[in-house]
């Protein structure tokens, strides 16, 4: 009987060694018989990711953080021992964040290409490398919570400068403000229902307008065209060449015109004194002095030079009719 009890005892002894051994095993996360391979991650900062804790791979656990240290360059690595058998992403990339509400972390794998849409994740990932996986942290929980608590503080600082702010009289004075602008968008609303019309028109008149353009336009490239052809066939050189002979011919003129005006300069002396004369002429015909005025002035010249003028064709009509009655012919 003794025996058999220190035989259980025995047996209930190693049971409890190889449970503690195996949750040991279990607990650090080692695979008996297999290789594991392991791998350097570079981060800003860890936040708080340590030694043992999971590296996991679409939510698969493929490995567990061997150690972390400092590095040069305000740089922090992280060992990662991954599993043998486990294909890690093309091109892997590390983040550590919070796996659950009591302070648990975890390393994720994910490709280059896959990464969250966030620029500090983003940023931090483009830092890093150096030859190791490029590694980002996202904040815990904490943080989170004292981020959000200082925005509900700021919300709440908000809340009651607008509520020291909008008192009975501001809304009074806002609900006049809104009632206003209704009418002034009833307003708008009835203009707009006005110029509805004129801006029909206007729309009208530009398309009008556009037509007459592109009509513009079609004659434009006809001429440009008939320009081409002439310029093929000579006519634009003949024209230019008409133009030059224009041109000097214009040039002559000028030179002669030029010329005239030196000479009415040099002559300017003797058409003073032409003009004098000429307005001394107007002005005695124009007070009825001479000969010339009293012709100008005098009706009765003019009676006299139209009776004979009668008389002098009465004359020529008689000598039409009565030839002998003036003249005489003989011949020998």
Do not use: C
């Not at 983003?122 to 490029?134: H, L, T």
């Not at 509805?196 to 434009?220: E, F, P």
């Not at 009668?310 to 003249?327: C, E, G, M, V, W």
């Amino acid at each position: 009987m003794k025996r058999e009890n220190e035989f259980a005892v025995g047996l209930v002894v190693i049971a409890a060694f190889a449970i503690v051994v195996g949750g040991a095993l279990w607990l650090s996360g080692a695979h008996l018989g297999r290789t594991e391979a392991v791998y350097t991650a570079r981060f800003r900062t860890v936040g708080g990711l340590s030694a043992g804790d999971p590296v996991v791979l679409r939510g698969v656990r493929v490995g567990r953080v061997e150690a972390i240290r400092l590095a040069s360059g305000n740089w922090v690595e992280a060992d990662l021992k991954i599993y043998a058998g486990v294909q890690a992403p093309p091109k892997p990339a590390v983040i550590a964040a919070s796996a659950s509400l009591f302070g648990e972390w975890a390393a994720s794998l994910v490709a280059l290409d896959q990464l969250p849409n966030d620029p500090n994740i983003k940023q931090a990932i483009a830092e890093g490398g150096g030859g190791k996986w490029p590694g980002a942290t996202l904040p815990d929980i904490g943080q989170l919570t004292a981020q959000a608590s200082r925005i509900a503080t700021d919300i709440a600082a908000v809340a009651n400068r607008v509520q020291t702010a909008f008192d009975s009289e501001a809304v009074i004075e806002l609900r006049r403000s809104i009632k206003d602008f209704g009418q002034v968008a009833d307003r708008l609303a009835k203009v707009t229902n006005e110029q509805a019309d004129v801006i029909g028109s206007v729309g009208s008149n530009l398309r009008q307008g556009s037509d007459v353009l592109a009509k513009a336009a079609t004659t434009l490239q006809a001429t440009l065209g008939r320009v081409d052809t002439a310029t093929n066939q000579g006519q634009l050189a003949t024209i230019l060449n008409n133009s030059a002979a224009t041109s000097a011919n214009l040039r002559t003129a000028s030179q002669d015109f030029r010329d005239l005006m030196d000479a009415a300069h040099k002559n300017q002396a003797s058409l003073v004194r032409v003009l004098t004369a000429a307005d001394s002429v107007m002005s005695r015909i124009a007070n009825r002095n001479g000969t010339l005025g009293l012709l100008v002035s005098d009706s009765s010249l003019y009676r006299e030079t139209t009776l004979t003028m009668i008389q002098l064709r009465q004359l020529l009509s008689d000598i039409q009719a009565n030839p002998r009655k003036y003249f005489s012919f003989s011949v020998f």
